[in-house]
């Protein structure tokens, strides 16, 4: 068993044990769960789900109820416990389960990851779990691929990932109900991260601004502050204040 940490998200309302090494939860799963559409007595599922922290920000969000298939058991078994910590056990479990591989038989009303995006290009993590939650090995239309086989109809695909590699998503998706939502470091910034949501029966391809993550100073915008306090939502395909 590794050495686990207990952090709080959504300021404090959420509380996480993770591993102290390796891989760590932050701002990109608090963004993807802000961004899933979901309302009370659906259902969603993540695949990818490490220790619970995106699905479960969703649960408290939104009410839902949630499905978490993570492929290494000891995350599976501390993300089942995060759900006992957080007294969300009832509808909010984890299956150790290969996301790419889960039958396919079952679909809920939205689907989200934060899957491996990095390229194998650049140095390598001596950590063999920060690589597996890190660098997908050509496997990243897989993901998106493996998501869509699970959306109930009329439900919704959501992602999170690197900028750069959304080119690859868009591919592997219907021509049809993709929104788009950058992630700015500063608003003079590209976009580092990207969200990107596919809806099942909808339109053309919302454009959004997206959300300036900091100030000139290094502080949170005020924004994005209410995002990952748990007071917002991210408005995929919609207007969305940027002014730091």
Known sequence: MRDVTEDGF???RLKLR???RG???GLDAVMLAAAVPASAGETALELG???GTA???VALRTGCDVTGLEIDPELARLANQ???LNAMADRVRFETADALTWPPDRRFDHVFCNPPFHDDTGQRSPDAHRV???QDAGTLKDWVRSGLKHVASKGSFTIILRADRSGEVLAA????GIGIFPLRPRAEDPPKRIIVQWSDGGGGLPQSPGLILHQPDGRYTAEADAVLRGASSLPIGAPWPTNP
């Open 10 to 12: 959504l300021n404090n």
């Open 18 to 20: 993770q591993p102290k």
């Open 23 to 25: 891989f760590r939860a």
């Open 49 to 51: 789900a490490g220790v």
């Open 55 to 57: 699905s479960l920000c």
């Open 82 to 84: 995060n759900a006992v």
């Open 132 to 134: 597996r939650a890190l």
């Open 173 to 176: 998706l219907p021509s049809k």
